[in-house]
């Protein structure tokens, strides 16, 4: 790019992430860690973007996190070596993907059955290299995770016997109370552990008192959103992406339509939430978005004594800012309001 | 693909397509349409591929609909030359967009606003040859769509009034009782309509019913969906895309996680619908996938006398198949259950 171009220029809908709130937010979480004596990698699920993936590893995270292989694979492919994929890994297909990704860089994987151990370990002797493994138990959220300190136990004792893993330790999703109890449980088993690893923005300037866990798993903070600031982990002013959009009808006094609905905020809400409404409007707080079809933001400004008039550029704080980048195929950086580039998001999409 | 693979061959999480089904269901909407004397002009953001859109004019539609620049852009690059954008297009980026793309193929836009009729006239003049315009008017959705019978008036004079722009009539999302009037109170004021174009799967089956409305504007037939099946605008057998998904894990007797979350779903429900979940298992119809992760999709089986096991292959009809193709890069298409093609989702992440 040579002459300078305002961020204003670029056409909307358009998801716009300013780079100096990126590098303090990532410097924050850093110093965080750094301070408990914690390692910190970073989950890549929120970015997407190996260039932010290298500059987390730089300012000091141990690694990364991927959910998926097809995440990891990209990564990988920008350099990054040193992956944790926290998500079970089922089958041949993925298991030779698996294999192929621990021959060139240092791969851990979550393990929480029978199954996805033997994937793993027959991807480990394929490999000639034995893969990392932590045993993930349900601290609380009822997702994936064994729920008992035996089925930890008897899985510990597979991995061990397994030719193709390195036991490596345990992870959850996110830290908890619970934690604590089911670290306690399995050391006082006898088990050394080399790692845990937690997780979760929401709850990251605590993760030093949850005993026990030695790794956080982050992701969100780098970008931070609605649903963080709404967790009082964030302030608005940390929120470093934020969808721009137009006003393209004014049907009513009280309604505003924007050009950006579910296919750029999603139609994800935040799960308990006292905010109501599909993202936040810094200028306008009282205005609420309170529909949203695919191209279409329905914006509710009964609320509202100012209004945005038709043709208005609006910005908008997404509530969950990792679907949203999931959503784009480019991202556009930039600092103090002018363009930095476009980035292609490498990693988006990829569900395998 | 010189040896037949079969769909179950494919790694999850995946969307499939059966194209048997596409075809009776692109022919029965036809059938339909034909017979009632109804244009049909499909709208393209369901399936966001060239192929079908081309199938569906082969068939018998008039044009097709399309959203976003960016989908009409793609389609037309495929050889579709007659297009309706049914919203709002404000701004230079836009108009220049536009007029580029009314050079080469046929273009109609909605307009329900003076900034909109600007851009899409100075367009026109751009093109050299005039755009259709279809005025929008709100038959209840409250989203876009003039509000007054006298706000569609005035535009239409200042459409009639302005070089570039040629009046081609009405247009109204989804085609609803209060439609009848509207169009009958314009045409009394003796407003000729080449054309008045209405819309909605859900309602497909009565559009003929609607007095006044001269085209179908429909998209979600092509594939339907669980909110069709529960609108009875389809029957589950007429559901062309399925997203096949992996049981990962199994932590408890009544929780099972499937490697399909909102990346794959996304996180829309069924509006004020009687079926709960973020999707509709045929092969397991008392499961419920009662919240999803980005990732995961947590199953309740609590109902289903019958579970599925720890690494089962499960279908699952998502509850708005729309966004679920924007999420895609690919899609797989099939018939009788064997692998024809894997298609790029050609249109797909173009919000402008």
């Known amino acids: 790019m040579t002459e300078p171009v305002p961020v204003s220029a670029i056409d909307t809908p358009v998801p716009i992430i300013d780079l100096d709130i990126v590098e303090r937010n990532l410097a924050r979480m850093q110093a965080y860690a750094d301070a408990h004596g914690l390692a910190l990698r970073p989950h890549i699920k929120t970015h997407k973007l190996p260039v932010f993936a290298k500059r987390q590893v730089e300012l000091g995270a141990v690694g990364i996190t991927c959910q998926k292989l097809g995440?990891?694979?990209?990564?990988?492919?920008?350099?990054?070596?040193?992956?944790?994929?926290?998500?079970?890994?089922?089958?041949?297909?993925?298991?030779?993907?698996?294999?192929?990704?621990?021959?060139?860089?240092?791969?851990?994987?979550?393990?929480?059955?029978?199954?996805?151990?033997?994937?793993?370990a027959r991807a480990g002797q394929e490999a000639g290299t034995p893969i990392g493994v932590l045993i993930e138990f349900d601290s609380g959220m009822k997702r994936t995770g064994v729920t008992s300190v035996e089925a930890a136990l008897a899985l510990i004792v597979q991995v061990k016997a397994a030719s193709g893993l390195r036991f490596d330790g345990l992870m959850t999703y996110p830290s908890t109370p619970e934690t604590v109890g089911f670290v306690r449980a399995i050391k006082e088993a006898g088990v050394h552990l080399p790692m845990v690893s937690g997780g979760g923005t929401p709850g990251w300037a605590h993760a030093h008192e949850i005993e026990g866990v030695t790794e956080m798993r982050v992701g969100t903070y780098i970008y931070n959103d609605r649903t963080l600031v709404e967790a009082d982990a964030a302030k608005l002013e940390d929120c470093a992406l934020t969808v721009h959009a137009t006003v393209v009808s004014r049907p009513e006094e009280d309604r505003a339509i924007l050009d950006c609905g579910s296919k750029t905020l999603t139609s994800d809400l935040i799960p308990r939430g006292a905010s109501a409404g599909y993202g936040y409007l810094p200028d306008y707080p009282d205005a609420r978005i309170d529909r949203v079809s695919e191209e279409h933001g329905m914006l509710d400004l009964s609320q509202s004594a100012r209004k945005p008039a038709l043709g208005e550029r609006v910005r908008i704080i997404p509530n969950h800012v990792c679907v949203v980048t999931n959503l784009h195929n480019e991202v556009v950086v930039s600092r103090g309001g002018m363009v930095e580039g476009v980035w292609p998001v490498a990693a988006r999409g990829l569900t395998r």
């Open 71 to 120: 995440e990891a694979e990209v990564m990988a492919d920008a350099g990054l070596d040193d992956i944790l994929i926290s998500y079970p890994i089922i089958g041949a297909a993925k298991g030779a993907r698996l294999a192929a990704l621990a021959k060139r860089v240092k791969m851990r994987v979550a393990v929480d059955n029978p199954l996805v151990l033997e994937t793993v």
